[in-house]
C-alpha cells in the first residue's frame, strides 16, 4: 500500500468516515427494521447501505482528481438522503409525522453547505494549494 503523507490521509479518512457516520442512520434503520418485523424492508435496507458504503469508499475525490468535489458529494448526500422516503414507507410514517419529527427544510439545506464551500475546486487544485501555500 502507498504511503501518502499525513495531510493527505487525514482528507482520506475524514471523507469515508464522514460519510460512514452521515449514513449510519440507514445502518440503524435496517436493524430497527428486522424488529418491526419486516425482513424484506431490513434486508432492502442493508443492501442499499451498502451501496452507499460503496459509492463512498469508490467514488472518491483522490480517483477522480480533477472532478470538482461539489460533484463527488452531492452524489454521496442525494443517495443518503433518498433513503428519507424509503423509510417513511416501510415504518408507515405519515406526511404529519415527517412535519412534527424535526426534519425542517433548514437541516436538510445546511447539509448541502459543503458543495457550496467547495465550491469547483477539485482534489488536484486542493493539494497544489497546500503545496504552494
Known amino acids: 500500500m502507498k504511503s ?3 495531510e493527505e490521509r487525514s482528507r482520506r479518512w475524514g471523507w469515508i468516515i464522514g460519510f460512514m457516520g452521515a449514513s449510519l442512520w440507514i445502518l440503524l434503520g435496517s436493524i430497527m427494521l428486522f424488529f418491526k418485523p419486516d ?3 431490513a434486508l432492502l435496507g442493508l443492501v442499499l447501505y451498502f ?3 460503496f459509492l463512498v469508499f469508490n467514488w472518491t475525490p ?3 482528481p480533477d ?7 452531492l452524489v454521496n448526500v442525494v443517495f443518503i438522503l433518498s433513503m428519507l422516503p424509503y423509510f417513511a ?3 408507515d410514517w405519515s406526511l404529519v409525522d415527517l412535519k412534527n419529527s424535526g426534519i425542517s ?3 436538510l439545506i445546511s447539509i448541502l453547505i459543503p458543495v457550496f464551500i467547495l ?3 477539485s482534489w488536484n487544485e486542493q493539494v497544489k494549494s497546500k503545496d504552494q501555500g
Open 39 to 41: 425482513p424484506v424492508g
Open 4 to 6: 501518502w503523507p499525513k
Open 89 to 91: 414507507w416501510r415504518f
Open 51 to 53: 451501496v452507499i458504503l
Open 105 to 107: 427544510p433548514v437541516v
Open 62 to 64: 483522490w480517483k477522480r
Open 67 to 73: 472532478t470538482a468535489f461539489w460533484k463527488m458529494y
Open 119 to 121: 465550491g469547483r475546486k
